[in-house]
């Protein structure tokens, strides 16, 4: 009807040359970037003292205490 949005012809929607990867942000409270293997204090989830593991999707916090993950959303 208005022609909003344009597709090309192999059905894939059209780009400005320039491609987006998406990537994770990890900071801290305090803007700090956040790396595999830092050791933070987990509030939200009562974790206690945890340290990050990068998996498949992102990252996920793991328990030094109890060994629990949990996934950065």
């Known amino acids: 009807m ?6 090309n012809p192999n059905g894939k929607a059209k780009s400005n040359g320039q491609q987006k990867k998406s990537s994770i942000q990890f900071v801290d409270i305090d803007g700090q970037p956040l790396a595999e293997g830092d050791r933070v204090q987990s509030l939200r989830y009562d974790l206690g003292e ?23 959303a």
């Open 50 to 72: 945890c340290v990050i593991v990068a998996v498949e999707k992102g990252y996920d916090y793991e328990s030094v205490e109890t060994g629990e993950r949990v996934s950065f």
């Open 2 to 7: 208005f022609k909003f949005f344009k597709r």
